[in-house]
């Protein structure tokens, strides 16, 4: 993982961990939103411009790629680089819980 990749995306934004969470299986992106609301207990509805500007850097970046079209919809998936971030991500998330428990 080049340095770039990982000052962009670690530590990374909801909507980019929410995605990668949901691209371990091949979605498109109205799946992604549907998970994410369903995942958040409508607490994050990831709003269309966001979700797709997302999607493109993503895709740009090397961490999702295009599968294929079904139905006039994109079906993306994550790239071996964007489990690679994910795992980081989610690494440091779990530390921070770990952290969090030990001060209690």
Known sequence: MDAHIKKVYVPMTETSFYILL??????????IVQMVKEMTEGDIVLAPGTMYG?????EKDGLI?????EEKRKIYS???LGSEVLNLEMKR????????????
Do not use: A, Q, W
């Open 54 to 58: 997302s999607l493109s850097k993503m």
């Open 78 to 80: 994550i790239t071996d």
């Open 65 to 69: 790629r295009f599968v294929r079209e």
């Open 22 to 31: 949901c691209l371990r299986e091949p979605n498109h992106g109205y799946g």
């Open 93 to 104: 998330i779990e530390r921070l819980y770990r952290n969090m428990k030990e001060m209690r």
